[in-house]
Each structure stands twice: as structure tokens, then as C-alpha cells.
């Protein structure tokens, strides 16, 4: 697994601590998105549908660091738009790690070279660089010809500075499972720290929608893929658990935990999740989770997330089914994700069924 040690120690103890206190529902990371505007228009994105008034807005230091501290997680997740553009996000770095919190700033790395000096290396903080494949699918993944050759040189440069770095990978369809091994190599031969791949999010608001794989789609594109990473002589690391891996090979049924993930950004406290973008805000992060109707959302029970099977909704899952079965958990990081035989059974689906309502006491 490609977490230092010191990260993986400070995390368990916090889980352990949620768990003997009797906590059902706790965040493990946080996603903090201070702005939407992006320098890119990715195929796949759902993020940068805004009128530009709200593409131009961003969030403040104080309230950004009142969020983290509102949610307590131990992660903290920087996505956007491009974080790099907002010029207060130095600050909010900083202020992150001063509270000990893990920061991974996620970027597509345009403009990292020119701002790499406003950060610190730190054991706390590490570069999450947006790569989708090798130059020629990256490059059509985000609709920009270059982005690849740039993305790549932060990566050196972020690396012989001290940084940690790793990269971030969003699998869509049509992908050859020989061409995503190619590029997981590649990835272990520039020298980052791990990677964290998931399948893409069907968002509603995605200036396209057939790059998007289904759950059993995703499962078989895993399992080919996982398949080829076996014998080879340089070992893939994934900075996630072995049993979200496992997960993504079909071979676990998980329901998604959102709550695991929170989201705060310009709007407040998205429900349910980070993906999930027209279904409401809590303007704290209490408010978000007394509030929200968690029960309206999961595979089978709402519609929007049927084909999900993000790591922001099912990472905290496959971390808390770690913490119950360790010696399952042991086995498949030892032999890695099974890629064949029979995949888990599909949770039932109950549309047809009544979605429970949350009653609120009124005076």
C-alpha cells in the first residue's frame, strides 16, 4: 500500500477511537472544493457547469479552515476546477497541515511548476497529479493535446523537490486492460508514491455520457487489469486498501458510505456526496449529517447511484469491513484482488419500495 506509515498509524488510531466511542457514521476524508473554475473542459467532468459568476467564486481561508475543523477528519481532499488557480490556496495548505491533517492537493498540473514554490514538502501533504492513462488517452481524456507532456514534467520536478506525489486515475470505457497496465507502469517507473484509480462517475451535468462504464462493466475491466498486474516484475502500488481494490473486482458486496466522504465548497455542505451535485447543502457540517436522508441513497435504492463505484462513496466502506474481517483483509493484500470465478451477488434493487422518509419533530 502506498501510505507511509505514520499516515496509516494516525488514521487507525482515529478509527479505533470512532469505533470505541460506538460512532455509526464518521468522515475519513473530507473533500474540500474551494472553487469550480478549471482551466480544462474534461469529457467526463460534472464540476464546471456554472454560470460564470459561480465559476468565479471562491472560498476564503476562514471558512475553509473552519470546515476542516467543523469535520475532523483526518483527510483532507483538494479538488476542484483546478485548486491551483485560487490564490489564497497556499494558506489553506498551510493552515491544513498545521492542524496535522493529511492534504492531498489534486491538480492536473498545468500550472504546478510555476506555484511548486509556495508549498513546504511535508509528510503531511502530497501532490495528487490527474493522469487517466499514457499521452494519447490522457490527452483525449481532458480534451487538450499536451496536458499529458506537462503533467508528467510537475511529476519530476514535484518528486526532485522532496514532494510526495501521486497520481490520481479515472478509468473510462472503451479502455484496452493492456493499455491501463502499460500506464500503471509507467506510473511505478516515474517514482510516485501509489495510485488512486476509480471508474468514472456518470455525472447528470458531464458534457458526455458514453465514457462512462457500468458495475458489471467495471468489475470485468478490473479484473482483466489486475490479471496483468500479477508476476510483473514491477509491482503496482495503490495508495487505497486492498479490499477497495477487491471491491473493484467485483469480489465484495459494499453499499456506499457518503458519509465517509463529506464535501464542503462554495455552496456549503453537499449532499449526500461529492458526486451527487443537485441535491442540496447543509450550511454546517452537523446540519449535514443530522439533515441529511441517508437512506435515500446506495445502489439499488436511488437511481443516480446505481453505476457508481467512486472511491469517495465506497473507500470508507472497504476501510470499516477491514477494521471488522483483518485476516480477510490480510489475505487479499497478500494475493491481491481475485479476478476469477463467480463476482459477488448484486445488492437487491428497491425502487418498487417505498423510500423511508426522515420525520422532523416540528414545535
Not at 469529457?43 to 476564503?60: E, F, T, Y
Not at 468514472?200 to 462493466?217: I, K, M
Not at 464542503?264 to 443537485?278: H, R
Request: aromatic content about 10%; overall charge neutral; charged content about 20%.
Amino acid at each position: 500500500m502506498g501510505i507511509p506509515i505514520i499516515q496509516q498509524v494516525k488514521i487507525a488510531g482515529y478509527i479505533l477511537g470512532k469505533k470505541l466511542t460506538g460512532q455509526r457514521r464518521y468522515p475519513l476524508a473530507m473533500m474540500l472544493e474551494p472553487l469550480f473554475q478549471c482551466n480544462l473542459a474534461c469529457a467526463g467532468c460534472g464540476k464546471i457547469d456554472h454560470p460564470k459568476d459561480i465559476l468565479q467564486r471562491r472560498m476564503s481561508v476562514d471558512d475553509a479552515l473552519r470546515a476542516v475543523d467543523e469535520c475532523g477528519a483526518p483527510v483532507v481532499s483538494i479538488p476542484g476546477g483546478e485548486p491551483l488557480i485560487h490564490k489564497e490556496l497556499p494558506q489553506i495548505v498551510q493552515g491544513i497541515i498545521a492542524r496535522k491533517k493529511f492534504v492531498y492537493l489534486c491538480t492536473n498540473a498545468i500550472l504546478l511548476a510555476k506555484h511548486i514554490d509556495e508549498y513546504q514538502p511535508s509528510p503531511y501533504f502530497t501532490w495528487s497529479i490527474h493522469l487517466d492513462g499514457l499521452r494519447e488517452r490522457h490527452d483525449q481524456s481532458v480534451c487538450m493535446d499536451g496536458v499529458f507532456d506537462k503533467a508528467v514534467a510537475a511529476i519530476k520536478l514535484a518528486l526532485s523537490r522532496g514532494y510526495r506525489v501521486t497520481v490520481n486515475c479515472t478509468l473510462f470505457n472503451e479502455e484496452p486492460p493492456d493499455d491501463i497496465a502499460a500506464f500503471f507502469d509507467y506510473a511505478m517507473e516515474l517514482g510516485v508514491e501509489g495510485i488512486t484509480v476509480s471508474p468514472g462517475f456518470s455525472y447528470d451535468h458531464a458534457p458526455r455520457h458514453d465514457v462512462f462504464l457500468g458495475r458489471t462493466e467495471s468489475s470485468q475491466l478490473f479484473r482483466e487489469v489486475f490479471k496483468r498486474g500479477k508476476g510483473r516484475s514491477r509491482k503496482w502500488v495503490f495508495n487505497q486498501s486492498s479490499m477497495f481494490l477487491d471491491f473493484l473486482a467485483g469480489n465484495q458486496r459494499y453499499q456506499c458510505t457518503p458519509w465517509s466522504n463529506p464535501t464542503y465548497n462554495i455552496f456549503g455542505w453537499q449532499k449526500p456526496c461529492y458526486l451527487l451535485v443537485d441535491e442540496g447543502y447543509a450550511p454546517s457540517y452537523q446540519a449535514l449529517m443530522d439533515s441529511t436522508e441517508w437512506e435515500r441513497y446506495g445502489v439499488g435504492i436511488n437511481p443516480k447511484c446505481d453505476n457508481c463505484m467512486a472511491h469517495c462513496g465506497f473507500e470508507g466502506t472497504a476501510v470499516d469491513d477491514t477494521f471488522a474481517h483483518p485476516l480477510k483483509a490480510l489475505r487479499v493484500a497478500l494475493l491481491g484482488p481475485r479476478t476469477e470465478g463467480a463476482m459477488a451477488e448484486a445488492l437487491p434493487v428497491r425502487y418498487a419500495q417505498p423510500i423511508p422518509v426522515k420525520l422532523i419533530d416540528t414545535p
